[in-house]
């Protein structure tokens, strides 16, 4: 089946820094989502993003669907970022997402 | 509600009992997954419903796991005489077609002692 692996697993960032996360994949894709896992465990949609780029406030996704990979832009970085990021894909085998391992971020204040 | 419904949130089984979680989808989706997440790790497939169809149901661990839709909208997933090492948060998401953004419940933290 598809891979999907993350990185950095492990980010701590100081209130108001910038950071990238990246998710690379090891098959054409035909969904990609990033999700932000918050400390009660819920899953919150970031993005839907098989191909391009876009933004939604301090957050921003590019995904680069010929070279196997999504980028995930966060500005200025709050407290309340803090959390675990998930990239998933769905392959062409099948319509079930696959999760990368995730990126634990902290942002101290 | 708007959302993906899970119940109950959490839930203690003494091993070797049979424990059914409820997953309440967004209306009009046709999609639905289970999914089971480890502490520490992210969600693995378990099994997929479009409508009242189990399409697929390869990530299911083993045969004491069991999904159904019976009506293609509530879907119930019953784990029988349970496991230490079922012990898990148990994920529910709803698309409107495969292969769309998907959307997920709070989860279900099983526990079994």
């Known amino acids: 089946g598809i891979q999907v692996e993350q990185s950095p697993p492990d980010l701590i960032l100081q209130e108001g820094a910038n950071s990238t996360l990246r998710c690379n994949f090891s098959d054409s894709v035909n969904n990609l989502q990033w999700f932000h896992q918050n400390p009660w465990g819920q899953l919150i949609n970031l993005f839907y993003?098989?191909?391009g780029t876009k933004q939604n406030g301090r957050l921003s996704a590019t995904t680069v669907a010929t070279e196997r990979y999504s980028l995930l832009y966060i500005s200025s970085s709050q407290t309340t970022d803090s959390g675990v990021y998930f990239c998933?894909?769905?392959?062409?085998?099948?319509?079930?997402?696959?999760f990368g391992g995730g990126t634990r971020l902290m942002v101290k204040p | 509600g708007a959302g993906v419904s899970q119940s109950p949130r959490y839930k203690v089984a003494k091993r070797g009992q049979d424990v059914a979680l409820r997953c309440d989808p967004i209306s009009g989706h046709v999609s639905l997954f289970w999914y089971q997440q480890a502490l520490g790790q992210g969600p693995e497939f378990l099994t997929y419903?479009?409508?009242?169809?189990?399409?697929?149901k390869s990530g299911l661990p083993s045969d004491r796991f069991f999904a159904e839709r019976p009506e293609g909208s509530v879907s119930t997933l019953k784990i029988q005489r349970t496991q230490q090492e079922d012990s898990a948060v148990y994920l529910c998401a709803s698309s409107l077609l495969a292969q769309v953004e998907a959307f997920f419940g709070q989860g279900t933290r099983l526990t079994v002692v």
């Open positions: 419903f479009q409508n009242e169809a189990q399409l697929d």
């Open positions: 998933a894909v769905v392959g062409n085998a099948g319509n079930m997402l696959t």
């Open positions: 993003i098989p191909s």
